[in-house]
């Protein structure tokens, strides 16, 4: 549940419903929505803003009597339950769109995040090289995997550290932010340490340990959908990076397991309005791992676009074909090239429409 304070509501009004809270055992979390970013800390002359306090943790039979109790409770307005599972990250609690700045980039204020780079960093020159052309053909964020999430131990497992080091000087020349995976809690700090967003993979999305970790990193995340994940699941996992404190959480659609075999994963497109529908968080889709073939990241990065996705991760290597992870799904420069000329036009097309779509799933809110 939450609880909205009244218009005005003084510090101490505020203190007295956490302190209730607190004296439950539960947990109180202020939603910094955009308002009370404005209106900075000075809340009693914050004119329209308001604060809203989010309460989890096992409330149980509690509810009726604590609703009523915080009900009466002084500069209280209204006492709502959360009828999700997540509560921080649901609309319920926090109906304005989430939006993410790191340096320049903006994810989720409308505009068309591209991350761009190559699966692997395998050297300094091909991740230069790749970097440079990306950047200068409409990519806002970097990637690159210095840890590398292999199904077979005998594969390319990425250069570690030194990947991180080719990252950071990437950051330096393009000016861009760079993202990339961590794959456990003991990475976590070293990672933090060279990236700008910390990227959790498809098969670490119920790593609890791993988000909990990210969570506290103090770091934006980048949340990658579980290949075998329902979206409940992947809005929980989502959760638990928010409970540790951290609401910067990207979420990124990367295609899920069926039984189709002529893709790599299917991509499933019902997730990006979904997941916009249900949470506040910024949405993205990865038609490269969601397809696993060159030729469908193009359509399948138009298609995130249209249904109104905040941006794409797509791979990108200088020659793909020698590359030592997911040779066959990366585009080559052309190729991105030509991606980004098509889903430009179809942002610019859709842009407007979705900002309707999206205000209808805030008012219509739950269902
Ligand atoms: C990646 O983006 O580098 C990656 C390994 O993706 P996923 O976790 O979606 O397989
Ligand atoms: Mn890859």
């Known amino acids: 549940m939450f609880v909205v304070m009244r218009t005005g509501a003084t510090e101490a009004e505020v203190n007295g419903v956490k302190g209730l809270i607190l004296a439950e055992g539960l947990t109180p979390f202020e939603n910094v929505g955009s308002d009370r970013v404005n209106a900075g ?144 809690p003991s990475q976590v700090d070293i990672v933090a340490e060279y990236a700008d967003i910390l990227q959790i993979g498809t098969r670490n999305m119920q790593n609890f340990s791993l988000l909990l970790a990210c969570g506290r990193a103090g770091r934006p995340v980048m949340l990658k959908r579980g290949f075998g994940a329902t979206i409940e699941e992947w809005l929980m996992a989502a959760e638990y990076i928010a409970s540790a404190g951290n609401s910067q959480i990207i979420l990124c659609e990367r295609g899920i397991r069926t039984f189709e075999t002529y893709s790599r994963n299917t991509m499933d497109l019902t997730a990006v309005p979904l997941a916009h529908h249900f949470t506040h968080l910024p949405v993205i889709v990865d038609p490269s791992h969601a397809t696993g073939r060159r030729w469908l990241v193009k359509p399948l990065a138009i298609g995130g676009v249209a249904v109104g996705a905040d941006g794409i991760m797509v791979e990108v290597h200088p020659r793909p074909d020698e590359a030592l992870s997911d040779a066959e799904q990366q585009l080559d420069f052309a190729g991105f090239e030509q991606m980004m000329d098509a889903i430009v036009g179809v942002h610019e097309h859709v842009r407007d429409l979705h900002g309707d779509l999206n205000a209808d799933a805030t008012r219509s809110g739950k269902g």
């Open 41 to 184: 800390t000075d809340r009693v002359n914050a004119g329209t803003a308001r604060v809203v306090i989010a309460i989890v943790g096992e409330i149980g039979g509690r509810r009726p009597q604590l609703m009523a109790r915080l009900g009466t409770t002084p500069g209280v307005a209204t006492v709502t339950p959360i009828s999700k599972p997540y509560k921080l990250v649901s609309r319920e609690f926090h109906p304005e769109d989430t939006v993410i700045r790191v340096l320049d980039a903006v994810i989720g204020d409308g505009t068309l995040t591209v991350m761009a780079g190559p699966c692997s960093i395998e050297s300094r020159e091909q991740l230069l090289a790749t970097a440079d052309f990306v950047a200068g053909h409409g990519a806002t964020i970097i990637r690159g995997g210095a840890f590398m999430p292999r199904t077979s131990p005998y594969s390319f497992q990425g250069l570690g550290v030194e990947g991180l080091r080719y990252l950071a000087e990437v950051r330096e020349r393009t000016g861009l932010p760079v993202i990339t995976e961590v794959m456990e």
